[in-house]
């Protein structure tokens, strides 16, 4: 097996380490490169909320966006010493099918990716990110545990 290109997905919570140390793990075993994205989901109001808002709704994503690049470059400096640059992207739209598609247009080998470990905790609801990128991805997918960090 050979991975060239591997995919580490961030929400920049504490969940979120183990799986950065894993990706950095793998990357060193395989010398592969390593791209880093967090995904914007698509909604951050309820429509109900939403004509209450007193500021303007593009402000506000201009202002999200601004910050998550800041997260992004952060993230990106911890990859350095032990890799060199990586790519840190940032897309907007419901996460795990903006993973699958970045992973699929990026010839991604292998994606990593944390989770809260909740799946079966709460029996109605529609499911992780990680579950469905697991379900939907076009390549394996490591899913770590919060919790469970790497050995970087």
């Given amino acids: 097996m050979k991975l060239?290109?591997?995919?580490?997905?961030t929400d920049f919570s504490e969940n979120s380490f183990g799986a950065r140390d894993w990706a950095i793990e793998y990357a060193q075993a395989f010398m592969a490169r390593v791209d880093v994205l967090h995904v914007i989901g698509p909604s951050l109001s309820c429509p109900l909320y939403e004509k209450r808002l007193t500021?303007?709704?593009?402000?506000?994503?201009?202002e999200i966006e601004?910050?998550?690049?800041?997260?992004?470059?952060?993230?990106a400096e911890v990859f350095k010493p032990k890799l060199g640059a990586v790519e840190a992207k940032l897309r907007i739209?419901?996460?795990?099918?903006?993973?699958?598609?970045?992973?699929?247009?990026n010839s991604i080998d292998l994606?990593?990716?944390?989770?809260?470990?909740?799946?079966?905790?709460?029996?109605?609801s529609v499911g992780s990110t990680a579950e469905r990128?697991?379900?939907?991805?076009n390549?394996?997918?490591?899913?770590?545990?919060?919790?469970?960090?790497?050995?970087?």
């Fill in 4 to 9: 060239r290109r591997i995919l580490f997905c």
């Fill in 55 to 62: 500021v303007d709704r593009e402000q506000l994503y201009q």
């Fill in 66 to 75: 601004a910050g998550v690049q800041r997260e992004l470059h952060c993230v």
């Fill in 93 to 105: 739209g419901e996460p795990y099918e903006e993973i699958v598609r970045y992973a699929d247009e």
């Fill in 111 to 124: 994606i990593v990716m944390g989770t809260h470990g909740w799946t079966g905790a709460k029996p109605h």
């Fill in 133 to 137: 990128v697991v379900r939907n991805a």
């Fill in 139 to 152: 390549c394996p997918v490591v899913v770590v545990k919060a919790g469970l960090p790497g050995n970087v």
